[in-house]
């Protein structure tokens, strides 16, 4: 998935969330994770981008894990961008 | 996009919602189960508005802790203000307090509970009992969550109530009449560019904070001031934009708060030096001084040279000596927040901090109905026929200089409530909608298509915006004088004169959020303006508002609110000191 075609999905804008916390950490990995994902991590990012905002962010803060692999993996993902 | 207007599509409401954070939904609510037809245009779905991030609470006097009533709650409100807010309307807030919380109940909110069943309630600075004596327990909590609760249990009973939605709309402009009345708003879909005139008899902005301002923020990305940037291209001044809340330990470059709990349970703050910097500062207290002194002092040793890190931009916060097993069980929030975002455990080293903007005081003056105001002739509070705002946008003022925590959930349940209460009332005497004249249309229309021609423009948005929210943070954040703001005020000058030089690279119609961030820049721009503006004119130190040159509140010469417009610059108007039922507090000391 190149820069462009990211651009013609609503990744962007479904990353600006009610929360700095998530702000940072989705839109960080829209910029320097999402190309690399597989069409079943792709699959399961647009999941994750659907759950409300504490979800999300007990999730990505490491408070909660998901029980569901496939969101466990991207979550991980999510987290190795964050320091950039 | 629409070139055409006779082409763009048009709907009818009765009022037109902007922004759908608590102070939007609970008006939208009112209305809705008032059989009006209310629409709520939100540019992010609505349980991603920042009221999410609330979680301290919701002060009421309800006495299910310590002894309370509402006119302690008052008293403290007032004085937190330092004197700045209006007391009609801070008696109003408090009064309302103890039903908008049992209204939130009622609507599925769930409280945290005492032993005996009734809500919990828990002690937060500043609030007093019996008039500035022992400590009081006010703040109303759902957790750490109370924000997301609240919103959350808004939205679904908008959703029972059959509320119209347009989820990821962007408003662009009012659009008014010759005789000055609001007849709604223009706005596009976000998803594919379509344009929507939409037509209301009354409008009600409420769109939040504009803590995006600044380069350290606790905001979320979302609050540009969009509600304040239309309000004064609509001609209305902004009030008492000077007064920005500040925390003095967010994370240095990211924004995010390290909660005071953190020097509460013994951490503290160095410098580049390695000094322990607050014994300089405040001998006594330390690092347990008030916010401002705080975050003033972390603003003077980092001016002075002494910051940490190859910028020397920040200062440390200490917490290591606390030993792991405290930090985990008192403090596991922050250590997670240190880890994800800095790679570093504050059970290891220090965390790089520096004071972060989190809340806007100021905004779209309104009086207790939720109309916005504005001074015509001899008259300093005029309606402005069919506009109301409510919540963080508004300045209605009951925050004044200084907001006391767990009063922002309930100033925009109240006034959200109060505002519908009084559309509704507006509208049995106005049943008919205004034409719109096309020329109006056509403005906006055309606006909002310029960026869809490729044009060389010099700027970029994202190249404005960090200068802007640099120079912001330099020049208007917790260290002011008149050199610094005097600066500041011609670099946010000759950054705003470079607007009309912006391109933006994406001409698509599809998820454009090029175009989305260059409209809010423009609206960051007007409300930068309104700020740096304002601080620099008050000429005294009062709650939020600090200055190294003035550093004594000014009842005599301040204590009046600030009002700016891009019309007719600065003016000012009194600060309404008369409650509604009860005796005025008279300004003292703001010592606790």
């Avoid at chain 1, 190309?35 to 792709?42: A, F």
């Avoid at chain 2, 580049?272 to 002092?297: F, I, N, Q, T, W």
Wanted: hydrophobic residues 40%; negative net charge.
């Amino acid at each position: 998935m190149n820069k462009k075609e990211i651009n013609s999905t609503n990744y962007r804008w479904q990353c600006r969330r009610g929360m700095l916390e998530l702000d940072l950490l989705l839109n960080n990995f829209v910029d320097l994770g999402v190309e690399t994902l597989t069409t079943e991590q792709r699959q399961a990012f647009e999941l994750l981008l659907s759950y409300p905002d504490q979800t999300l962010l007990d999730l990505l803060l490491g408070n909660a894990v998901s029980s569901d692999p496939e969101i466990f993996d991207v979550v991980r993902l999510i987290r190795s961008t964050s320091f950039n | 996009m629409n070139t055409d207007i006779n082409a763009v599509e048009r709907r009818q409401f009765d009022t037109l919602i902007i922004g759908a954070g608590g102070g939007g939904l609970r008006a939208s609510l009112q209305l809705a189960e008032a059989e009006l037809n209310v629409a709520v245009v939100s540019k992010v779905f609505p349980t991603r508005s920042h009221t999410v991030a609330a979680q301290g609470g919701m002060n009421a006097a309800l006495a299910n802790v310590s002894p309370d009533n509402w006119h302690w709650h008052m008293f403290d409100t007032v004085k937190g203000s330092d004197y700045l807010g209006d007391q009609d309307a801070i008696e109003y807030m408090c009064r309302a307090a103890p039903k908008a919380v049992y209204e939130l109940e009622h609507f599925g909110v769930p409280f945290s509970r005492l032993d005996n069943g009734k809500i919990y309630q828990r002690a937060f600075g500043g609030q007093s009992q019996n008039f500035g004596g022992d400590q009081a327990a006010r703040t109303c909590a759902a957790a750490d969550r109370t924000g997301h609760a609240i919103l959350h249990s808004l939205y679904q009973q908008n959703i029972r109530a059959r509320t119209h939605f347009f989820d990821e709309y962007f408003a662009v402009d009012l659009l008014k009449d010759d005789e000055g009345h609001v007849l709604g708003a223009l706005v596009f879909n976000i998803h594919d560019g379509k344009i929507v005139v939409i037509e209301a008899k009354t409008t009600l902005l409420a769109t939040g904070g504009a803590g995006q301002l600044f380069k350290t923020t606790t905001n979320a990305l979302i609050n540009t001031g969009d509600g304040m940037g239309m309000a004064m291209r609509a001609g209305i001044p902004l009030q008492d934009m000077e007064f920005f809340q500040f925390h003095p330990t967010g994370i240095a470059g990211r924004g995010m708060l390290i909660t005071e709990g953190a020097r509460g349970e013994g951490g503290y703050l160095v410098n580049g030096d390695g000094e322990r910097l607050m014994e300089r500062y405040a001998p006594k207290a330390k690092d347990l001084a008030s916010r401002d002194v705080v975050s003033r002092a972390i603003a003077v040793e980092v001016r002075e040279g002494r910051g940490c890190g190859p910028n020397k931009d920040h200062v440390m916060l200490k917490l290591d000596h606390l030993g792991e097993d405290v930090i985990q069980k008192r403090l596991p929030g922050i250590r997670q927040t240190c880890i994800t975002f800095l790679g570093i455990d504050p059970a290891e080293a220090p965390i790089p901090v520096f004071p972060t903007a989190h809340y806007t005081m100021g905004g779209i003056p309104t009086n207790r109905y939720g109309q916005v105001v504005v001074p015509v002739k001899d008259t300093p509070e005029e309606p402005v026929a069919g506009l109301y705002a409510a919540g963080e946008c508004a300045c209605v003022s009951v925050h004044g200089g200084n907001r006391l925590g767990g009063n922002s959930l309930l100033d925009i349940l109240v006034f959200g409530r109060a505002a519908a209460n009084h559309i509704i009332k507006y509208l049995k005497e106005n049943k008919y909608h205004r034409i719109i004249d096309d020329a109006v249309i056509k403005k906006v229309v055309e606006k909002v298509n310029r960026f869809d021609r490729v044009t060389t423009g010099s700027e970029t948005v994202a190249g404005l915006r960090n200068e802007l929210k640099q120079v912001m943070e330099e020049h208007c954040s917790v260290f002011r004088n008149k050199e610094i703001l005097q600066q500041g005020v011609a670099k946010v000058e000759s950054i705003a004169a470079r607007m009309k030089d912006v391109s933006i690279d994406d001409q698509s119609h599809t998820f454009n959020t090029a175009r989305v961030e260059a409209f809010e820049l423009e609206n960051l721009m007007a409300v930068a303006l309104a700020t740096i503006h304002s601080a620099n004119a008050r000429e005294e130190s009062r709650g939020a508002h600090s200055r190294t040159d003035f550093t004594e509140r000014d009842d005599k010469s301040w204590m009046r609110h600030s009002l700016y417009s891009f019309e007719n610059g600065l003016d000012y108007k009194p600060v309404r000191t008369k409650p509604m039922s009860v005796e005025s507090f008279p300004p003292k000391p703001r010592v606790y």
